[in-house]
């Protein structure tokens, strides 16, 4: 028993050390990296690169798709009042990017890379763009430290991709 919680300790380890591995290759903090793929456990069970860019991409798509639902919500629940222009607009934008990343998902199945991750360079838009609505309204962003966490997130997971290209 000892002997199989001591080999379970020791793969566990060897996962995780493949996550810093695979992450200290990247332009961007490793760190950004490693907190990224440590949000989905199947990180720990890759064996890839491959694997991981597909896992970093599938936690962006849900990120971006909770951030739109979330803004959709607060312009429903706030109609006609200042904050429903931004967040419809910020809305628009990651529409756009959700689906891009979708597309990207499909690209990387056909192992076309370098067009997933422009995808994904394209999807890194959206915060960006949601910030700047918010700041020309001069209203505060209800997602301005989620669109900075995204924004992070997405240049990882674009680097992770480059990594696959050769």
Do not use: W
């Not at 919680?5 to 490693?34: E, P, Y």
Request: aromatic residues 6%.
């Amino acid at each position: 028993m000892a002997l199989l919680l001591l080999s379970a300790v020791q793969h566990s380890s060897a996962d995780a050390n493949f996550i810093k591995t695979t992450c200290g290759h990247l332009r961007f903090r490793s760190d950004v990296c490693v907190r990224l793929l440590e949000l989905d456990q199947r990180s720990y069970a890759a064996t890839t690169n491959e694997e991981l860019s597909n896992i970093a991409l599938h936690i962006i798509t849900n990120n971006y798709t909770k951030v739109c639902n979330f803004l959709r919500d607060m312009a429903s629940q706030h109609q006609g009042e200042p904050i429903q222009d931004p967040c419809d607009q910020c809305v628009f934008y990651y529409d756009e990017a959700v689906q891009k990343l979708h597309d990207a998902q499909a690209l990387m199945e056909k192992k076309a890379y370098n067009d997933a991750s422009l995808l994904v360079d394209d999807a890194v838009n959206a915060p960006n763009s949601c910030e700047s609505v918010f700041s020309a309204a001069v209203i505060p962003s209800p997602v301005k430290q989620t669109d900075a966490y995204l924004l992070d997130d997405s240049q990882v997971t674009r680097d992770l991709i480059r990594i696959l290209i050769s």
